[in-house]
């Protein structure tokens, strides 16, 4: 038998001559537990030259680099069909998760409102969270301090550094098995103590700020007796009588101003008001004043005291430089919360005319007469007329 007949040649004109191929060939195939025999599989087959299909005389273009016989390259996941494929994906969860909101709203209702405000605060926290992700990246590289930032970044690296706090608390107390459980049910039943602003409802944030205020103004008292009993300590007899004076208005319900402060400026910068030579009782009471837990050794009450008025006054600091015209009527309210004010239930302007005073007071202290800012929270919050004159109204 001839050897053409054995063997079969592609011709390719223009083109090295391809090599003899068997006519069969053994190949394996899985699932198969004896060998195939049939024609070999190609996975490339060559194909004729352009000009062997072009008329005679035609001449290509002179520009042409691209080689004949080079093979094309084949695309098996291009990105366009990934990017439909996600995005395809991604409307059809929408759509999803919108029938199922539908059907729990429908059917059931009250965990419906559970489930959205959940949602939603996860939602925003997130987004806290990556706000906050943003400004450290900013601070690492640029360089730039804490009180060297905006008044609004620096309000949102210490409101986000709270909310760290209490969530770290309940990854704490779910760690053992079967744990979730417990957490579910302590986010039920106390919301205030375990979640964080974020997960509550609009008549939650209400409440759990009246009880806040109601804690740190049982306080007040305390604070109060604490000055008087530092008043006989004071070597100044001149601040002694200033000191006399402002406990006398506080007692009798009528606010103290400004310059009643500024002139015992240096009484609360050394023995006995400064933060150094508070005694545990008065430093547990100023604790509560902030909302700082006075479960603490007195080391640790004097540090967070001091961290506590140093952030305070830089705060003061940006705010003065951003204006209180630039604030919203929320932030202007959850400034004047953090300084010791019921702002709750104020009106806008009476919490704009004590944020104003506020500033004016705070910026003009030294470090290291903090204590008298401290004081100041209890001292120009405890008798302000807004309130009184919300309720007489």
Request: with cysteine; hydrophobic share 40%.
């Amino acid at each position: 038998m001839a050897l053409s007949r054995l063997y079969k040649r592609p011709v390719s004109l223009g083109c090295a001559p391809a090599p003899p191929e068997p006519l069969f060939s053994l190949r394996l195939q899985p699932g198969r537990r004896s060998p195939a025999w049939g024609p070999p599989r190609l996975f490339f087959r060559p194909r004729l030259l352009r000009s062997a299909r072009r008329p005679v005389g035609f001449a290509p273009r002179a520009n042409s680099t691209s080689s004949p016989c080079r093979p094309r390259r084949l695309h098996l996941s291009p990105r366009e069909d990934v990017k439909s494929l996600v995005s395809s994906f991604v409307a059809k969860t929408k759509v999803v998760n919108e029938k199922y909101n539908r059907f729990l709203e429908r059917r059931f209702p009250r965990f419906y409102v559970m489930y959205s405000i959940f949602v939603k605060g996860f939602q925003m926290l997130l987004a806290d969270a990556k706000k906050a992700r943003r400004i450290k990246t900013f601070m690492r590289q640029k360089k730039v301090m804490f009180h060297q930032l905006s008044y609004r970044d620096m309000e949102h690296l210490r409101q986000f550094r709270q909310d760290v706090v209490k969530c770290l608390f309940l990854g704490i107390i779910s760690i053992p098995p079967f744990a979730n459980y417990l957490v579910f049910l302590l986010m039920y039943l106390y919301p205030r103590q375990v979640l964080v602003h974020h997960f509550w409802t609009s008549k939650q944030q209400v409440e759990f700020l009246d009880i806040y205020h109601a804690q740190r103004k049982q306080s007040h008292p305390k604070i109060l007796s604490c000055l008087e009993k530092a008043i006989p300590l004071i070597p100044n007899p001149v601040h002694q009588w200033h000191f006399t004076q402002l406990y006398a208005k506080v007692q009798n319900g009528n606010p103290p101003g400004i310059n009643d402060l500024l002139p015992l400026k240096t009484c609360f910068s050394v023995y006995p008001l400064a933060i150094s030579h508070l005694s545990t009782a008065h430093l547990k009471a100023l604790s509560r004043a902030m909302l700082l837990t006075p479960h603490l050794p007195s080391v640790l009450l004097r540090y967070r005291l001091n961290k506590h008025s140093t952030i305070l006054h830089q705060l003061d600091k940006a705010l003065k430089r951003l204006g209180t015209g630039q604030l919203t009527a929320q932030e202007v309210k959850s400034a004047c919360y953090l300084r010791g004010l019921d702002s709750t239930h104020l009106a806008e302007d009476w919490c704009r005319f004590w944020l104003a005073q506020w500033l004016y007071f705070s910026c003009s202290l030294k470090n290291t007469e903090m204590s008298l800012l401290l004081h100041a929270v209890v001292l120009l919050s405890t008798n302000y007329p807004g309130r009184r004159h919300l309720e007489s109204c």
